[in-house]
């Protein structure tokens, strides 16, 4: 007969992600996640297969929590400013009391680049493809854009997304808000 888990899933998970947010993945040991998740090797490797599969749920737990803004972005209709909305609502999301600085997709996308991972590079390609295509979709409401001119910008807001990502982890409120302002003056 199975035992019944002493513990809510969901709450485990946030934590481990907490803890992935803030180590990265290779640096995150399961001695680590055993002490944050208040669980212990067993349970984890019980309910989520190994530290791969922990890790692959909490990127899962980390879109639900970021998954607001995405919404309020998706169904904004003021092309480029709600751009530079989401741009300001990224880097809040992190300062959230308990939230980790930076972004846990471009950590991710960053370590994980050029390691044969399918699972973590299949997510984190389809996460990078659905922002630049609502990059795509939002400066499309500039009639006066041509296609490789939008082409151009959602490429330059890609790259910028992932400069702020890193930045917002060391740099100061002011110095994030002069970056974006810039990046926005730009184009």
């Given at each position: 007969m199975a035992r019944k888990k002493e513990y809510n899933e969901d709450v485990v998970v946030e934590k481990a992600m907490n803890l992935f947010w803030r180590n990265g993945y290779e640096t995150t040991s399961m001695q680590m996640l055993e002490k944050e998740m208040g669980i212990n090797k067993f349970s984890i490797y019980s309910s989520f297969g190994n530290k791969h599969g922990l890790f692959l749920e909490s990127l899962k737990s980390y879109n639900k929590k970021v998954n607001s803004i995405f919404e309020e972005f998706k169904n904004s209709n003021n092309g480029l400013e709600d751009i530079k909305a989401f741009f300001y609502n990224s880097v809040r999301i992190c300062n959230v009391n308990g939230n980790q600085k930076g972004c846990l997709v471009t950590n991710t996308y960053n370590e994980f680049s050029g390691k044969e991972d399918d699972q973590i590079?299949?997510?984190?390609?389809?996460?990078?493809?659905n922002l630049k295509e609502l990059f795509i979709e939002k400066l499309k409401k500039d009639s006066n854009k041509d296609d490789e001119t939008v082409l151009k910008q959602a490429n330059y807001l890609l790259l910028?997304?992932?400069?702020?990502a890193a930045a917002s982890r060391v740099n100061t409120e002011k110095e994030i808000e002069d970056y974006i302002e810039m990046t926005f003056k730009n184009l």
């Open positions: 590079n299949n997510q984190m390609n389809a996460f990078m493809d910028a997304k992932h400069g702020l």
